[in-house]
């Protein structure tokens, strides 16, 4: 067991001791090891520099400025294109003008805008919205592709749709059906301040961006960008949401009329054979409206295809929503139908 000291003398040594101990571990925790983990980091940056001034010192050796000028001009573009695809401020007023500025082209409103959970992370941050418009299954549509479309990376997600109860200033046309949709949109802001440390932040959120939704960084088809043969140059991914050929699954099909005429009210009045089976002409009549269609092999009268016309007949096939039933109208009997 240590004695404790008695003497003035040894008391004093060993307060000396005790208050060197506690200068020593100060400086070493306070000042020595984070100026050494600061001075390894700047060895670090020391060192990648050299490395690229040596190779910077090759390429002149060898005569290569307009391909440093390209490359240079090449990069520059890059770095641009990373500034609007995740800028290093928040923008969020901008981002809903632009938003809104978007339904108003469609003639859709803006319902309620609620703001969402702000995700932070190593390279950029997430903000989220919460927003809803009122129109129709078309027009959402389009609005949704052009809002992903927009310069900066939005990503419109967890889409709902209803039947709006209240409609506001956007009546509904005839034959339409307006719908609330209720989304979020997520966006990214890059981390960092200022300078050159900006710029490499804003790089590394891009990049970390386009891992995660594999849609900031694309082939263009044009010229390869430095850093090797055949590098994708960075390019914003453009949606289209086209309607043609597609039906609004929320429209009413009997006010649409998109349902008539029905198979069971069409009676065969006619046929006319060609030995050519393609110009053979059936007149058909919708017992129900009077109108009388004169058909062909592949005309189409709403869910209806005429697939084959025969001396006495005529093959149809039914699209019943996603099958297809295939029927054959008697001209001797308008009200017998068989299954071929």
Request: proline letters at 5%.
């Given at each position: 067991?240590?004695?404790r000291?008695?003497?003035?003398?040894?008391?004093?040594?060993?307060?000396v001791?005790?208050?060197?101990?506690?200068?020593?571990?100060?400086?070493?925790?306070?000042?020595?090891?984070?100026?050494?983990?600061?001075?390894?980091?700047?060895?670090?940056?020391?060192?990648?520099?050299?490395e690229?001034?040596?190779?910077a010192?090759?390429?002149?050796?060898?005569?290569?400025?307009?391909?440093?000028?390209?490359?240079?001009?090449?990069?520059?573009?890059?770095?641009?294109?990373?500034?609007?695809?995740?800028p290093?401020?928040?923008?969020?007023?901008?981002l809903?003008?632009?938003i809104?500025?978007?339904?108003?082209?469609?003639?859709?409103?803006?319902?309620?805008?609620?703001?969402?959970?702000?995700?932070p992370?190593s390279?950029?941050?997430?903000?989220?919205?919460?927003?809803?418009?009122?129109?129709?299954?078309?027009?959402?549509g389009?609005?949704?592709?052009?809002?992903?479309?927009?310069?900066?990376?939005?990503?419109?997600?967890?889409?709902?749709?209803?039947?709006?109860?209240?409609?506001?200033?956007?009546?509904?046309?005839?034959?339409?059906?307006?719908?609330?949709?209720?989304?979020?949109?997520?966006?990214?802001?890059?981390?960092?301040?200022?300078?050159?440390?900006?710029?490499?932040?804003?790089?590394?959120?891009?990049?970390?961006?386009?891992?995660?939704?594999?849609?900031a960084?694309?082939?263009?088809?044009?010229?390869?960008?430095?850093?090797?043969?055949g590098?994708?140059?960075?390019?914003?991914?453009a949606?289209?949401?086209?309607?043609?050929?597609?039906?609004?699954?929320?429209?009413?099909l009997?006010?649409?009329?998109?349902?008539?005429?029905?198979?069971?009210?069409?009676?065969?009045?006619?046929i006319?054979?060609?030995?050519?089976?393609?110009?053979?002409?059936?007149?058909?009549k919708?017992t129900v409206?009077?109108?009388?269609?004169r058909?062909?092999?592949?005309?189409?009268?709403?869910?209806?295809?005429?697939?084959a016309?025969?001396?006495?007949?005529?093959?149809?096939?039914?699209?019943?929503?996603?099958?297809?039933?295939?029927?054959?109208?008697?001209?001797?009997?308008?009200?017998?139908?068989?299954?071929?």
């Amino acid at each position: 067991m240590i004695a404790r000291p008695t003497s003035p003398r040894d008391q004093s040594l060993l307060l000396v001791s005790v208050v060197a101990i506690a200068l020593l571990c100060a400086y070493w925790y306070g000042l020595h090891r984070p100026t050494a983990a600061s001075m390894a980091e700047r060895t670090l940056r020391v060192r990648t520099l050299t490395e690229g001034n040596a190779r910077a010192t090759a390429v002149l050796a060898r005569g290569a400025l307009d391909s440093l000028d390209r490359q240079q001009a090449a990069l520059a573009a890059e770095l641009r294109t990373l500034r609007v695809l995740i800028p290093s401020g928040r923008e969020v007023p901008a981002l809903l003008d632009q938003i809104l500025a978007v339904a108003r082209r469609h003639d859709l409103e803006l319902g309620d805008v609620a703001p969402g959970e702000t995700v932070p992370g190593s390279a950029f941050d997430t903000y989220g919205f919460r927003l809803s418009l009122r129109g129709t299954h078309h027009e959402i549509g389009e609005v949704l592709a052009e809002i992903a479309s927009l310069e900066r990376i939005i990503v419109p997600a967890n889409l709902t749709l209803a039947l709006a109860t209240t409609t506001g200033r956007r009546a509904a046309r005839a034959g339409e059906q307006v719908l609330e949709a209720s989304f979020d949109v997520r966006t990214f802001v890059g981390r960092g301040g200022a300078g050159s440390e900006s710029d490499d932040d804003g790089a590394r959120a891009a990049d970390a961006v386009g891992d995660s939704l594999g849609a900031a960084v694309v082939d263009s088809g044009g010229p390869a960008a430095p850093g090797g043969e055949g590098r994708p140059l960075l390019q914003r991914e453009a949606f289209v949401y086209d309607r043609v050929g597609r039906r609004d699954p929320f429209a009413s099909l009997l006010a649409s009329g998109a349902i008539r005429p029905l198979l069971a009210d069409l009676r065969v009045s006619g046929i006319l054979v060609d030995p050519v089976s393609a110009n053979s002409v059936a007149m058909v009549k919708d017992t129900v409206t009077g109108q009388l269609y004169r058909v062909k092999e592949g005309s189409v009268l709403g869910r209806i295809r005429v697939t084959a016309i025969r001396a006495r007949e005529v093959a149809v096939t039914v699209d019943e929503f996603g099958t297809a039933r295939r029927q054959v109208l008697m001209l001797d009997d308008p009200r017998r139908e068989k299954t071929p």
